[in-house]
């Protein structure tokens, strides 16, 4: 057996001179040095770490497989540029490798060589992105900080918000990862990572470092750490795990160093580059060699394989004692999804028909909705002619501030979700087509221009500008820039004016102003059909990503359209000139109508698909709603399509406020797919919620018995969100419609559910015994189920029922497509059984006329006793000992009183295989005797004489060379003793003498 190797103490003695000149992975050891140098009392604690773990190792070894433990992760992004912000998929492809190297599941498990394949191990630790933050709320389990720092060098400031970094979650419920540019150890050495062991660090800096190149298998991760494996290796030092080698390296690296474990073999030093078996160091100079896959030692990422048996036995005894808490943590418990209630419902607008294109919260919680109109009565007044801008201002309830009709005795339009946007001053900017020129309007270059009108925070008009040229120009959206300028995307078919460099048909056509409507620059970009920008947004970055469709050909800017309609998106520097442009779709018709930028620099995209090849996939019939994730750089990382067998439009997507994911508003027709509570055959409002990789969290169908529709969708301050669309309807969900379409603006919760789910005993009692159980049960049909241990998901219990058979305080989550609540708990309590041992054990021979006294013990006190022949109790047979004289098999069973659990010992056969006294094998004098005994032999070949008293217990063999022998009886207590003869191990006789 290895010995314990105390870690406070052995650090004392490593020293930076002694490897400074070696490279290396990890920095996890010069980091504690560090600690210790700073704090006193740290070595102590390490040490009593040390014991604690090694104790509770020494009391559950060989016991009951150990229960799955699930951690609770948050990953901390603390970025500078852009592709140190990396993607959620990455971040999510490192919790998949630690989920399968903890498990073992991992592909390369088979490259793990033959001599070793029995120690590796399933550790049984599971990994989850929390779901709940410290406050109880939903959280995806990713903190995004952008610093200024451009790098950091180990130590913690990647820990704190005042040094740059960001602060950690609570260590007693979270495994707390940084993800930075991490440059260098303290002595100057490039390192991937680093990590604190158990009770090293305070709360706020217990955690795991990692490079954001060495994190996760894809998007900024480089060879040789792109598997990550760093991160497994890091969380193993978090868990408690040592170097395989031990502490030393370079030139205070020895063969007498260790990592206390009995299962890794000596190694030398850190072995970074063979990975190929068998590989050789001073300590291991045949075969098999080093341990060179294993997790703990620095083998690039792509030689790691195993941990082994005792490495697993470490890290449940850190789990079971100095990070008990995390067992009980309720990170990975998902927040209930909620239903979506309506707070309230507004419809605003004349007789004849209006629509809202955009919604959004103000400042002071209430809201601003801007569209068209047709109508000169009802909520609207100074309607000019034609259709005209209406910009409407409410109150947190939703009623009526102030209304404003904007145009002239021309044609206004506004057209999509991005169409108005607050300004820094509180007051408004918008943007949408006129070919008016007259009252508000002035300008105009002929045909239709991009109208771009800004006004204060009372409705009235600050200043307004028509932009474009003698052909058709249409604004679509508008942003306000960092600088306090606008950036402007539409289409244009114009070549003259204040347009240039058309390529034929519509463009989309890009302007830059600044803070007073001049223009800064233009861009027209496109091909050689019709090609018109829906919606833009300024990246983090300070430039611009473009979202719309394209009908051109390859030629012009655009490259790879599919055929019909493509998604075209584009993304331009601070000066408008193209980074990249990206064709998505199929062969049919794909629209894009808004775009989002994901908190890790990717892109969310929103519109509709009738295609179902190339790009596009899992098409339920006519359109579908199409959501599309590109990474920074163009790629595409998932798409989605939603929706039923008619025809799905999504005009509108944004962030939701809880983070985990993302609101898509927009028309369904179907009532099947995914689409249900649909109110008739024309369109309803449709509004999902799906995750960060697109999955659909819930659906819900808003509206009347006629047209309704959202064309934005707004998350509010107090988690809820507003929709703007329009309806015709009056009924439903839908009131006050006043002829026509009205706006309709819908201000809905995400509300708790209403069900009152609970669970009951089916079978059992709350409390049993060991090997007992109790069938737990939610009797609620037609939902889904996920049963919960002391708060945690138990893994694969997803059924109505789970049987119990561990203490623990046990609720479940039963849920449906949209709603969901959590039950009752029920405490169950599983009493252990006594232990029971009997002796003698095993087979016990003897002859005809003799007793075995049997024992049994337990190591409980409060106990009972009742003796068994064959499956039956022996009547009267109650205490810990009996005297077996019948060839039969006996056990004994143990009871607790308190609790009145009970086990049975093994069973001790009793075998008799001849008669006491028979004749004239051997014979005994004197008997009594009182200083030695002679025994007289008839023969001795293959024969064997045993001595043994009462109870059994052997006190002498004796192998006969001659006839007559002389056996000392003087060291003898007084007593009854047995001469048993054994040939070739049987016996054949027994003869008894009387020591005095």
């Known amino acids: 057996m290895k010995k314990l190797i105390l870690l406070g103490n052995i650090l004392i003695l490593i020293s930076y001179s002694g490897i400074a000149q070696i490279t290396q992975r990890c920095g996890t050891m010069e980091h504690l040095e560090m600690l210790i140098s700073k704090d006193s009392s740290l070595q102590q604690r390490l040490n009593d770490n040390e014991i604690k773990i090694q104790q509770w190792i020494s009391e559950n070894k060989g016991s009951a497989p150990r229960d799955l433990v699930t951690i609770p992760v948050v990953v901390h992004v603390v970025w500078n540029i852009e592709e140190e912000n990396i993607l959620y998929e990455q971040i999510k492809s490192q919790i998949d490798v630690l989920n399968e190297d903890y498990s073992r599941s991992n592909a390369d498990a088979a490259n793990t060589p033959l001599v070793w394949q029995g120690i590796a191990a399933n550790s049984n630790i599971q990994f989850c992105l929390a779901n709940r933050d410290p406050s109880g709320n939903s959280t995806n389990g990713i903190v995004r900080v952008q610093t200024t720092r451009t790098s950091f060098k180990q130590g913690d400031k990647m820990k704190h918000q005042e040094t740059g970094g960001a602060n950690a979650w609570p260590k007693e419920s979270y495994l707390n990862i940084w993800v930075c540019d991490l440059t260098t150890n303290l002595i100057g050495q490039e390192i991937v990572g680093f990590a604190t062991f158990p009770d090293e660090a305070s709360g706020g800096e217990d955690g795991v470092v990692v490079d954001y190149q060495a994190f996760g298998t894809m998007g900024t991760v480089i060879l040789p750490y792109n598997k990550g494996r760093t991160a497994t290796h890091e969380v193993g030092h978090w868990l408690n795990l040592k170097h395989i080698w031990g502490f030393f390296t370079g030139i205070l690296a020895t063969c007498s160093d260790d990592d206390g474990l009995e299962d890794t073999p000596l190694q030398f030093d850190f072995n970074e580059t063979c990975f190929g078996s068998p590989c050789y160091d001073p300590c291991n100079t045949i075969e098999p060699g080093i341990m060179f896959m294993n997790f703990m030692d620095y083998t690039f990422d792509a030689g790691m394989n195993l941990f082994t048996l005792d490495q697993s036995e470490v890290m449940t005894a850190t789990l079971n004692t100095t990070r008990l808490s995390l067992q009980s943590s309720m990170g990975c418990v998902e927040v209930p999804p909620v239903n979506s209630s309506i707070v309230w419902q507004k419809s605003y607008g004349g007789s004849n028909d209006d629509w809202i294109a955009s919604i959004k919260q103000t400042t002071d919680g209430g809201y601003a909705g801007i569209g068209y109109s047709h109508s000169v009565n009802g909520d609207i007044s100074d309607h000019r002619g034609g259709t005209d801008l209406w910009m409407l201002r409410l109150n947190m309830d939703g009623e009526l501030l102030w209304q404003k009709s904007l145009g002239g005795y021309g044609d206004e339009s506004i057209s999509y979700d991005r169409a108005m946007d607050q300004t820094n001053d509180g007051g408004f900017i918008i943007a949408g087509s006129s070919n008016s020129n007259d009252s508000y309007i002035s300008g105009n270059h002929g045909a239709s221009d991009y109208l771009i009108i800004k006004m204060d925070e009372s409705g009235e008009i600050e200043w307004q500008k028509c932009l474009g040229g003698s052909g058709y120009d249409g604004a679509n959206a508008i942003v306000q820039t960092s600088d306090g300028g606008y950036i402007v995307a539409g289409h244009s078919n114009s070549n003259d004016g204040d347009v240039s460099g058309n390529h034929s048909g519509y463009d989309y056509w890009i302007v830059k102003l600044d803070a007073f409507g001049n223009l800064v620059w233009q861009k027209s970009l496109g091909g050689y059909g019709e090609d018109s920008a829906s919606s833009i947004d300024q990246t983090s970055d300070g430039g611009y990503i473009v979202a719309g469709h394209s009908w051109s050909n390859a030629g012009g800017d655009i490259t790879g359209n599919h055929g019909g309609t493509d998604y075209w998106i584009v993304r331009l520097n601070t000066d408008g000139n193209l980074i990249w442009q990206k064709s998505l779709g199929g062969s049919a018709n794909d629209v894009c109508f808004s775009i ?248 016990v021979t003897m002859c005809a006329g003799n007793s075995t ?139 008894k003498f009387v020591k005095q």
């Not at 609970?758 to 159980?773: H, K, Q, V, W, Y």
């Not at 005297?883 to 008799?912: E, Q, V």
């Open 596 to 843: 989002e930028q994901a908190d890790d620099g990717g892109f969310l995209m929103a519109g509709f698909s009738a295609s179902n090849n190339n790009d596009v996939s899992g098409n339920h019939g006519g359109g579908d709603y199409w959501i599309v994730k590109l990474n920074m750089d163009g790629a595409l990382v998932w798409e989605k399509t939603l929706g039923g067998s008619s025809q799905e439009n999504a005009f509108s997507i944004k962030k939701s406020h809880d983070g985990i994911g993302y609101l898509v508003g927009g028309t369904a027709y179907s009532n099947d797919g995914d689409v249900s509570g649909n109110f008739s055959e024309p369109p309803n409002s449709w509004i999902i919620k799906i995750d960060l990789s697109g999955n659909l969290i819930w659906q819900k169908s808003f509206g009347g018995n006629l047209d309704d529709a959202v064309w934005s969708i707004e998350p509010l301050n107090d988690g809820g969100f507003v929709v703007g669309g329009y309806s015709n309807s009056n009924d439903g969900d839908v009131s006050g419609n006043h002829g026509g379409y009205d706006y309709w603006i819908v201000n809905i919760t995400e509300s708790d559910c209403e069900n009152n789910f609970f669970i009951n005993i089916l079978d059992g009692s709350d409390t049993f015994c060991t090997a007992g159980s109790a069938i737990l049960k939610m009797p609620i049909p037609n939902i889904s189920y996920q049963w919960l241990k002391n708060g945690a998901p138990i893994t694969g219990a997803t059924l109505e029922t789970y049987t119990a058979t561990k203490t623990g305080d046990y609720s479940c989550i039963g849920s449906n497509s949209v709603c969901s609540g959590t039950s009752n708990i029920i405490h169950i309590t599983v009493n252990k059984n006594p232990s029971a041992t009997i002796s003698p054990s095993g087979t």
């Open 853 to 991: 006294v049997l024992t049994a013990s337990s190591t409980s006190t409060d106990v009972i006793y009742q003796w068994y022949k064959g499956n039956n109790p022996i009547a009267g047979a109650t205490n810990a000992t009996y005297p077996a004289t019948k060839d039969a098999k006996y056990k004994c069973k143990i009871t607790k009183t308190s609790t009145g659990c009970s086990a049975f010992t093994n069973k001790t056969t009793i075998s008799l295989t001849c008669r006491l006294g028979n004749e004239s094998i051997v014979s005994l004098y004197p008997n009594p005797a009182k200083d030695k005994i002679t025994i007289e032999l008839n023969y001795i070949e293959n024969v064997s004489i045993q001595i043994t008293d009462v109870t059994g217990k052997q006190l002498k063999i004796i192998e006969p060379t001659d006839f007559t022998l002389e056996f000392s009886v003087a060291e003898l207590a007084q007593g009854l003793y047995f001469v048993n003869v054994l040939e070739a191990n049987k016996l054949l006789q027994v003869e």
